[in-house]
């Protein structure tokens, strides 16, 4: 039996070492409020981050019972984190002191019967969103929950039961008092909801396709509005983030809903989860912009993709799940280099100074500086057990890094960085 509190909140009160170190003139990202952090990209504007690292680097590394996979979200000197009990059967959301990893609290969010998940998914795969304020939890069919700061429970909310084989993953983002949700399912109810953050009661509610999918929504800005962006099955979509409108969509090439696509010099470039072509799309149009907004595409066959694309520069970077990265033109989709730089990875890249930091799921680390030939200016490795995966994104502060596993979460850097 599921066990939902419906709770209205009407208000709230409120080598061995690194190559690099910080400076005291860093540039030091102090929140890192929800997937992609404060851009939704996964682009820091903080600098002097380690770009190599080893075990004797760790400053704290916090054991995390149950099995998860969300990213770290960062405010202040609080961690936000979740994880499943019991194969599915418990949801659970903590927070970590960002100082020494200790728990500062923990609350189940749901109990009840699991929905079927992939063994590379599991049931807590979304990553956290927070404003500052309130903490937001999705569990897929486990449901969606606010937390204040402090670990006080505000409100729940059931969002269906989530059919398909797979889970979900899609990570809550904030726009304004909302906090909108992607709900893509086989279930007859899939759809992208926006809920008021302080109470969690229904603003607008869009259906979408009945098709298994795991993008986050990101928002951007086009000369003419805001748009909130999602990848699906069978189209990249723009909404209205005001009132859920859907306002464009762009046919893909190859289905499944994700990654999350890049969002830079006016485009959208987007990959999806089956092997298929590469393209690149302008948001801002009206109806099925197929034919008019698709800039370029371009045949790709490097494998499954499961990291988000990124961009730097005039380069466009990806990695398949079976580690080819490959390196295209922004502006005419050329493929420009090609090459194998692992065997298996699934967390989506952060970029860093002009550089791009891979991890693949044994927990080895390449950062890449983007070029007409491929350049990787930098390896690393933890040791970890043999049993751990390092699936979520690595994420930035304060001349640190935090790296969580499927066990562990991990704070590298220089040990008089983070205070």
Same mark, same amino acid.
């Given at each position: 039996?599921?066990?939902?509190?419906?709770?209205?909140?009407?208000?709230?009160?409120?080598?061995?070492?690194?190559?690099?170190?910080?400076?005291?003139?860093?540039?030091?990202?102090?929140?890192?409020?929800?997937?992609? #952090?404060? %851009?939704?990209?996964? +682009?820091? !504007?903080? $600098? =002097?981050? &380690?770009?190599?690292?080893?075990?004797? *680097?760790?400053?704290?590394?916090?054991?995390?019972?149950?099995?998860?996979?969300?990213?770290?979200?960062?405010?202040?000197?609080?961690?936000?984190?979740?994880?499943?009990?019991?194969?599915?059967?418990?949801?659970?959301?903590?927070?970590?002191?960002?100082?020494? #990893?200790? %728990?500062?609290?923990? +609350?189940? !969010?749901? $109990? =009840?019967? &699991?929905?079927?998940?992939?063994?590379? *998914?599991?049931?807590?795969?979304?990553?956290?969103?927070?404003?500052?304020?309130?903490?937001?939890?999705?569990?897929?069919?486990?449901?969606?929950?606010?937390?204040?700061?402090?670990?006080?429970?505000?409100?729940?909310?059931?969002?269906?039961?989530?059919?398909?084989?797979?889970?979900?993953?899609?990570?809550?983002?904030?726009? =304004?008092?909302?906090?909108?949700?992607?709900?893509?399912?086989?279930?007859?109810?899939?759809?992208?909801?926006?809920?008021?953050?302080?109470?969690?009661?229904?603003?607008?509610?869009?259906?979408?396709?009945?098709?298994?999918?795991?993008?986050?929504?990101?928002?951007?800005?086009?000369?003419?509005?805001?748009?909130?962006?999602?990848?699906?099955?069978?189209?990249?979509?723009?909404?209205?983030?005001?009132?859920?409108?859907?306002?464009?969509?762009?046919?893909?090439?190859?289905?499944?809903?994700?990654?999350?696509?890049?969002?830079?010099?006016?485009?959208?470039?987007?990959?999806?989860?089956?092997?298929?072509?590469?393209?690149?799309?302008?948001?801002?149009?009206?109806?099925?912009?197929?034919?008019?907004?698709?800039?370029?595409?371009?045949?790709?066959?490097?494998?499954?993709?499961?990291?988000?694309?990124?961009?730097?520069?005039?380069?466009?970077?990806?990695?398949?799940?079976?580690?080819?990265?490959?390196?295209?033109?922004?502006?005419?989709?050329?493929?420009?280099?090609?090459?194998?730089?692992?065997?298996?990875?699934?967390?989506?890249?952060?970029?860093?100074?002009?550089?791009?930091?891979?991890?693949?799921?044994?927990?080895?680390?390449?950062?890449?500086?983007?070029?007409?030939?491929?350049?990787?200016?930098?390896?690393?490795?933890?040791?970890?057990?043999?049993?751990?995966?390092?699936?979520?994104?690595?994420?930035?502060?304060?001349?640190?890094?935090?790296?969580?596993?499927?066990?562990?979460?991990?704070?590298?850097?220089?040990?008089?960085?983070?205070?």
């Amino acid at each position: 039996m599921r066990d939902f509190c419906r709770r209205s909140i009407r208000a709230l009160a409120s080598a061995s070492f690194l190559i690099l170190t910080v400076s005291p003139a860093a540039k030091a990202e102090v929140n890192w409020p929800g997937w992609g #952090g404060p %851009t939704g990209t996964g +682009h820091t !504007a903080e $600098t =002097g981050l &380690p770009l190599t690292w080893t075990t004797k *680097n760790v400053v704290w590394k916090a054991p995390l019972k149950g099995t998860g996979q969300s990213t770290p979200v960062l405010w202040g000197n609080q961690i936000f984190l979740t994880t499943a009990l019991e194969d599915g059967r418990q949801r659970v959301v903590f927070a970590l002191d960002r100082r020494d #990893g200790k %728990t500062l609290w923990e +609350h189940v !969010a749901w $109990t =009840g019967e &699991p929905e079927k998940s992939h063994v590379m *998914n599991g049931w807590a795969s979304a990553t956290c969103a927070t404003n500052g304020k309130i903490v937001v939890a999705f569990f897929g069919r486990g449901g969606v929950h606010g937390y204040a700061l402090d670990g006080k429970p505000l409100w729940s909310r059931d969002l269906g039961e989530f059919e398909g084989p797979w889970g979900t993953a899609a990570s809550p983002v904030f726009f =304004g008092d909302t906090v909108i949700l992607n709900g893509d399912s086989l279930s007859k109810d899939a759809s992208l909801t926006a809920l008021n953050a302080l109470t969690g009661e229904t603003v607008w509610q869009t259906p979408r396709e009945g098709a298994i999918g795991w993008s986050t929504p990101v928002l951007i800005r086009t000369a003419e509005r805001q748009e909130l962006v999602v990848n699906g099955h069978s189209a990249v979509r723009g909404y209205d983030p005001q009132t859920g409108q859907e306002l464009w969509s762009c046919k893909s090439y190859a289905g499944r809903g994700e990654p999350v696509p890049a969002f830079a010099h006016g485009k959208l470039y987007v990959v999806n989860g089956l092997a298929g072509d590469i393209y690149a799309v302008r948001p801002g149009g009206s109806g099925d912009v197929s034919a008019t907004h698709r800039v370029w595409h371009t045949p790709r066959k490097g494998g499954r993709d499961l990291p988000s694309p990124v961009v730097i520069d005039k380069y466009l970077l990806t990695a398949s799940m079976n580690g080819i990265m490959i390196c295209y033109d922004c502006e005419t989709g050329r493929e420009l280099w090609k090459e194998r730089v692992g065997e298996k990875y699934s967390s989506s890249p952060l970029v860093a100074e002009g550089r791009a930091y891979f991890q693949s799921d044994a927990g080895e680390t390449i950062v890449v500086e983007p070029g007409e030939q491929m350049k990787i200016v930098a390896k690393s490795k933890l040791e970890s057990e043999s049993d751990e995966l390092f699936r979520a994104a690595l994420v930035p502060s304060q001349g640190q890094l935090l790296i969580r596993s499927t066990k562990f979460l991990y704070c590298v850097g220089p040990q008089s960085a983070g205070k």
